[in-house]
């Protein structure tokens, strides 16, 4: 069972979207390279055209153009796969996945090149106001319970303390 997650980012909006893919509209993908186009109706995205920009594999390593075989282990100063900012000249050595989608890679990068309002397309776009209409509901209930408890319980324990310590 080949299983990978598509991560597609428009140019144009400065937007990203997700898409799971499965078996048959996997396949496709098998033995493509960064850098190579694929045609979105390979996949169930029609009037789309989408380029490989990276991806990781299983265990999260990240692919990187120009090393062949499934996994490596680099001494680099710099590029995919280096995040640790140190003084110049350090190199430290990191593992990365080459650059042909195998059954190892789970998650895949791809840019939009021919097509518009993506996120319509996959579906993502109606998750995004879903989440935005939770994230403003949310904050509305909260306010209205907290002024209620805040009002109930502490005003009678003040009045009663201070009573008690005139006595």
């Known amino acids: 069972m080949v299983e990978f997650k598509l991560t597609i980012s428009d140019p144009k ?17 098998i033995g493509l390279n960064i850098g190579e186009t694929i045609n979105g109706e390979a996949f169930g995205v029609s009037g789309f055209e989408f380029k490989i920009t990276g991806g990781s594999d299983i ?3 990240p692919m990187r153009r120009g090393i062949k075989g499934i ?11 280096f995040r640790v900012k140190l003084d110049k000249g ?3 050595r990191k593992t990365v996945c080459g650059h042909k989608i195998t059954d190892n890679i789970r998650q895949i990068n791809l840019m939009v090149t ?4 993506i996120l319509k397309a996959i579906g993502a776009e109606k998750a995004e106001e ?8 949310a904050p509305k209930e909260e306010k209205k ?3 209620k408890k805040e009002e109930k319980k502490e005003a009678p324990k003040k009045e009663e303390a201070k ?5």
């Open 13 to 29: 909006t400065g937007k990203t979207g997700q898409k799971e893919v499965k078996d048959a509209d996997a396949q496709p993908f």
């Open 90 to 92: 350090i190199k430290i």
């Open 163 to 167: 009573p008690e310590e005139k006595k």
């Open 71 to 81: 996994r490596k282990k680099l001494v680099t100063s710099g590029g995919v796969g």
């Open 145 to 147: 319970e907290a002024p």
């Open 114 to 117: 021919k097509g518009d309002n």
């Open 59 to 61: 265990c999260g390593f």
């Open 130 to 137: 879903k989440k935005e209409e939770e994230k403003k509901e």
